[in-house]
Structure formats: C-alpha cells, structure tokens
C-alpha cells in the first residue's frame, strides 16, 4: 500500500516561491514508478504540474505554465519528492496533489492548498 502526503503549502505573495514535499511509504521509490504534481484551481479540474520517473535518469515531464519557474526533484533516498515553485503569480493559486504510480496503480495524496496573493 502506498501512501502520500504533502507538505509545504500555505500562502506566497506574486513573485515569491514555496515549496511543495511529498513523503511516499510503501517502497513506490523502489519501483519502476513515477511520481509527480497534480493541482486543481478553484472551479476548474486537475491538471498535471509535473511528474519524474523514480529510478530513471529521464528529463522530468512539465506543464507548459510551468516551465522555466517549477522544479521538480526527488531524493529516493528519502521516499520523497519535491515541487520548488518560483515566480508565483495568481494563476498558480490551487490545491496540489502529490501523485504516484505504479504497476498501473495511480495513488494520491490528499493535496496541500497553495494560495498567491498580495
């Protein structure tokens, strides 16, 4: 059984930066898995962030809002994995998911709210 759970939300000024932890248990970084961030703005659906394979030196995969401003990064060492957000602005104001999967399995945390705002 895999479990998420995010940490690091809470609320940035236009500009600033956070970041976003997700501790996984269930060995998922042990696996040929992948991990990432979802996030859902108020009123609309999820969307993909950003995602990484675990045991792969693969580039990780963005969103096209994101790039260039969100870093995504693991330390498998740790069973965690991390969303640097920098450059904040409105837009990115929701609530994200940490995500896994593996063996066909999608697992999810139960999201941290992000909120950008003056």
């Known amino acids: 059984q895999v479990q998420l759970v995010e940490s690091g939300g809470g609320l940035a000024q236009p500009g600033g930066s956070l970041r976003l932890s997700c501790a996984a248990s269930?060995?998922?970084?042990?696996?040929?898995?992948?991990v990432g961030w979802y996030r859902q703005p108020p009123g609309k659906g999820r969307e993909l962030v950003a995602r990484?394979?675990?045991?792969?030196?693969?580039?990780?995969l963005y969103a096209d809002s994101v790039k260039g401003r969100f870093t995504i990064s693991r330390d498998n060492a740790k069973n965690t994995v991390y969303l640097q957000m920098n450059s904040l602005n409105s837009e990115d104001t929701a609530v994200y998911y940490c995500?896994?999967?593996?063996?066909?399995?999608?697992?999810w945390g139960k999201g941290t709210l992000v909120t950008v705002s003056s």
């Open positions: 995500w896994g999967t593996r063996y066909g399995i999608s697992y």
């Open positions: 269930g060995s998922i970084f042990s696996s040929d898995a992948m």
């Open positions: 990484i394979y675990c045991n792969s030196d693969g580039s990780p």
